[in-house]
């Protein structure tokens, strides 16, 4: 089968490049995972079905429609690419798609566990809520369509009891956002075993987010009045069009509700910057001894 696109050794290179670095970062277990990119109106390079994606070679790589028919290679294209081609479907803008089964990430996924907002500046300004679309068996359509709801306004997803899929307009794009959500799933299952997290103030957390529009990148909190500035709800519409719950912080402290970003910041924020610099001693033991009291009462 010869296609003109097909002949395509850069962006072959890079689909093994990235399978080599989610084969050794642990994101895939034996023949796990799988990764695509567009590269014309209706063509699209993937992995193949069945091998590790640490080994790959350019000869190993399929070209499929964005129907899933095989257009070109040797070897029978990835069974996920439902999944890859739907996202590019819905999302023009996205070129690269990467599945995988990182184990911090996929640890919430099968917790079904909220990934708490509001906690380190990098992940809020480059990442933001995190979506657990809800769990289907893999491999047909209706596996594909669980993400519909969830791509308007993220780039990453969890895949409730299954693992995680990223994407981006490079194939390096896309798999780095993988990365920094197992690192940042990893810094919270370690953080729990310390104590727990904790969140930012509210004045913090709008300042994160005033430096993300500066940055020029897009949050669902720009959009929305009726979220939670910390609470992960920007994607409650998502969840009620397919009636899946909202996850819900359980292993971790739920978070604080603050007003939502388009909202004008509640007085606590708006004084917090002045307050801390003068604090009344007395009204600070007062609280103090509120909180000692009322966990005492809870014992
Ligand atoms: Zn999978």
Redesign the pocket.
């Given at each position: 089968m010869y296609h003109p696109l097909f002949n395509n050794p850069e962006i072959k290179e890079w689909i093994c490049e990235i399978g080599r670095r989610v084969y050794a970062k642990g994101f895939?277990a034996a023949n796990?995972?799988?990764i695509s990119y567009r590269v014309g109106e209706n063509e699209v390079l993937c992995s193949p079905t069945m091998i590790c994606k640490g080994f790959m070679k350019h000869e190993d790589i399929c070209m499929v429609d964005l129907d899933g028919k095989q257009l070109a290679g040797t070897k029978k294209r990835t069974s996920?690419i439902l999944l890859h081609l739907t996202i590019m479907k819905h999302r023009p803008d996205i070129k690269a798609v990467v599945?995988?089964?990182p184990p911090h990430a996929t640890a919430f996924a099968v917790s079904r566990e909220a990934v708490p907002q509001c906690v380190l500046p990098e992940i809020e300004v480059f990442m933001g809520e995190v979506p657990l679309a809800p769990y289907e068996t893999?491999g047909a359509q209706g596996f594909a369509d669980t993400v519909v709801p969830f791509l308007k306004s993220s780039n990453t997803i969890i895949?409730t009891n299954?693992?995680t899929v990223t994407f981006g307009k490079t194939l390096e794009e896309a798999y780095w956002k993988t990365e920094i959500l197992d690192a940042y799933c990893r810094i919270l299952i370690l953080s729990k075993q310390l104590g727990g997290i904790t969140y930012l103030n509210e004045q913090k957390s709008r300042e994160l987010l005033d430096l993300k529009k500066r940055l020029g990148f897009d949050d669902p909190r720009f959009h929305l009045e009726d979220c939670d500035l910390c609470g992960n709800t920007a994607f409650q519409e998502g969840y009620s069009s397919v009636n899946a719950p909202m996850p819900q912080a359980v292993a971790f402290d739920p978070p604080p509700k603050f007003p939502a970003y388009l909202k004008s910041p509640s007085s606590a924020a708006s004084h917090a910057s002045e307050s801390s610099k003068n604090a009344d001693p007395e009204e600070l033991v007062r609280a103090i001894t509120n909180e000692v009291l009322a966990a005492l009462r809870g014992k």
């Open positions: 895939a796990d995972g799988n996920e599945h995988c089964h893999p895949l299954h693992g």
